[in-house]
């Protein structure tokens, strides 16, 4: 779940799409709500999906929720490598953020649905001091990430 958190908060904190992409305030709300959109409706859909295959006994229950993790993870890391070589062609890069975060949806079937899993009793618990944990990356990362570019610029000098 940690992996996920950090996944999505490089998503949100890549900066303002008015400052980056020079749009207007109308434009850049209506481009930055695709991807949430879609990331509803992959939710919704891998939710179905999973509830599907593990009711049919296609697959285990351990096996769709290690795949929709797997998926969560790798397809997200994918379209964010590949905005990184299109260059200046804004509509390509927003195309392939909208994907990253939609197909990180895959994860709410997948790791975070876990804890229900492991402990049916208790899930909401575990979910809870789980989630606590992972959040540390949106406050910890740009903290240590200060402290380890001060360390360099010091080493510099």
Same mark, same amino acid.
């Given at each position: 779940?940690?992996?996920?958190?950090?996944?999505?908060?490089?998503?949100?904190?890549?900066?303002?799409?008015?400052?980056?992409?020079?749009?207007?305030?109308?434009?850049? #709300?209506?481009?930055?709500?695709?991807?949430?959109?879609?990331?509803?409706?992959?939710?919704?859909?891998?939710?179905?999906?999973?509830?599907?295959?593990?009711?049919?006994?296609?697959?285990?229950?351990?096996?769709?929720?290690?795949?929709?993790?797997?998926?969560?993870?790798?397809?997200?890391?994918?379209?964010?490598?590949?905005?990184?070589?299109? #260059?200046?062609?804004?509509?390509?890069?927003?195309?392939?953020?909208?994907?990253?975060?939609?197909?990180?949806?895959?994860?709410?079937?997948?790791?975070?649905?876990?804890?229900?899993?492991?402990?049916?009793?208790?899930?909401?618990?575990?979910?809870?001091?789980?989630?606590?944990?992972?959040?540390?990356?949106?406050?910890?990362?740009?903290?240590?990430?200060?402290?380890?570019?001060?360390?360099?610029?010091?080493?510099?000098?």
């Amino acid at each position: 779940m940690y992996t996920t958190k950090v996944g999505r908060e490089y998503r949100i904190k890549r900066g303002p799409i008015s400052l980056t992409l020079l749009y207007n305030y109308l434009q850049s #709300g209506m481009v930055s709500s695709v991807p949430f959109i879609l990331q509803w409706v992959f939710t919704v859909a891998s939710g179905y999906i999973s509830d599907v295959i593990i009711r049919r006994r296609i697959r285990s229950v351990v096996f769709v929720r290690k795949m929709n993790t797997a998926i969560g993870l790798f397809i997200p890391a994918f379209f964010v490598v590949l905005a990184g070589y299109v #260059g200046c062609d804004v509509i390509a890069v927003v195309i392939f953020f909208s994907l990253s975060v939609a197909f990180g949806a895959f994860a709410v079937p997948g790791c975070k649905a876990n804890a229900s899993d492991v402990s049916p009793k208790y899930g909401g618990i575990v979910f809870g001091i789980s989630n606590t944990i992972a959040n540390m990356a949106g406050f910890l990362g740009p903290q240590v990430a200060g402290i380890l570019l001060q360390q360099g610029i010091q080493k510099k000098n």
